[in-house]
């Protein structure tokens, strides 16, 4: 991401450091015996603009490390500091830099973003997905570099500690704006395969597997249907019997042949039964065919297994609902309410089911908790709010 930084300064509305710096008092006429000569803060950070524009990285550096010093306030100067030095691989240092520039200006959102990168740059991982987190929730579309290296890494750090379906939202999001490539594919094929690994990490022995799963999730997330399809077919024939292979297969025909999908998800119930998600999404699919029997079943095993995973509280609570047994359902969604407060589908699920049960006012509460959270997510992925 070299050079990407800097040019993001204009997004942050940092002046050029020439024009900010107001030029020097007149000199006072020479004394015959004259003080001590001072660093001048206003001279130092002239040098420093100078050594940047000119590409002399080193001195910009050394200058714009001691131009801070003398002046602890000087943003502009924090935000030149970190990202030359984080354009020449100096992460640690430029990790404090940043964290001195967010200190100054909480609401940059590219900033908070480069300093959990930087996190991730020297093994703090949950402190790089806390702030990615935040920066993208401030907003870092000024800068789309920014933005793609901030969501990959989202997704990384998302697959590396175990959220797989959190890690799907911005892998669909690069997948459908970039070419496949070696990264975004290994990225693909670890959550898809559930592997809490970062690419570097996996097993050699399962390097294989896991390009060939993101090769085919890569052409999924990216709509390209028949390559997909293909793919696919290739992924199960080479492995049969391996955890999730069917899984994914089955989620990829849901849209296509329903059956099929169903056929999948219930071989992966087979292969893997006590896996929770199987059952989860065969639940979901049977309540779009309006098969709520077959789709209670479903999330009550689903419940069985995961009491405290929401979607499994909401696919019940959902189907009980449509089965007429409203109060059991409104107690399941209320439970998945709980469990995600910060998800839209749970206050949308809730709402209806406060409808039916006759309960307007939290209805109306509900609706606009799904509203709210609604504009807040599609902030976060950077699509219209509207």
Not at 77 to 96: E, I, K, M, V
Not at 227 to 236: I, S, Y
């Amino acid at each position: 991401m070299k050079a990407l930084v800097l040019a993001s300064a204009l997004a942050l509305g940092l002046p050029n450091a020439l024009t900010a710096v107001p030029p020097p008092a007149a000199s006072p006429a020479p004394s015959r015996h004259p003080p001590p000569a001072t660093v001048s803060f206003d001279d130092v950070a002239r040098r420093a603009a100078a050594a940047r524009d000119a590409n002399r990285l080193e001195e910009a550096i050394r200058l714009y490390d001691q131009a801070v010093k003398l002046r602890p306030s000087w943003d502009e100067g924090w935000w030149y500091l970190a990202t030359l030095l984080y354009d020449n691989d100096r992460y640690a240092p430029a990790r404090d830099a940043f964290a001195r520039f967010v200190a100054l200006k909480p609401d940059s959102g590219p900033a908070w973003v480069l300093l959990g990168l930087c996190d991730f740059r020297v093994g703090d991982h949950p402190g790089a997905l806390e702030h990615i987190d935040k920066g993208l929730g401030l907003g870092a579309s000024g800068n789309p570099e920014i933005l793609r290296v901030a969501r990959y890494h989202q997704a990384l750090l998302l697959v590396r500690g175990g959220q797989f379906e959190l890690a799907t939202a911005p892998l669909v999001l690069l997948a459908r704006a970039e070419p496949e490539s070696a990264g975004l594919v290994d990225a693909i094929g670890l959550m898809m395969l559930r592997m809490p690994f970062l690419p570097e990490d996996v097993p050699v022995g399962r390097r294989d597997l896991v390009r060939q799963a993101g090769h085919a999730g890569y052409l999924h997330l990216a709509r390209k249907g028949d390559e997909a399809a293909a793919a696919f077919e290739q992924l199960v024939a080479a492995y049969p019997s391996e955890p999730w292979v069917h899984y994914a297969h089955g989620i990829f025909l849901l849209a296509t042949d329903p059956a099929k999908g169903l056929a999948e998800l219930r071989r992966e119930t087979e292969i893997q039964p006590a896996a929770v998600y199987p059952h989860l999404d065969i639940a979901f699919e049977l309540l779009r065919e309006g098969d709520n029997a077959g789709a209670r079943a479903a999330a009550e095993r689903a419940v069985e297994l995961a009491p405290g995973l929401f979607a499994a509280q909401n696919a019940l609570g959902r189907a009980l609902v449509e089965l007429g047994d409203v109060e059991g359902g409104v107690r399941a969604l209320e439970t998945a309410a709980r469990l995600a407060p910060d998800s839209p589908e749970m206050h949308f699920s809730l709402a209806r089911a406060y409808v039916k049960a006759g309960r307007k006012e939290d209805a109306d509460r509900e609706r606009a908790l799904f509203a709210e959270l609604d504009k807040k997510r599609r902030l976060q992925r950077g699509e219209p709010a509207g």
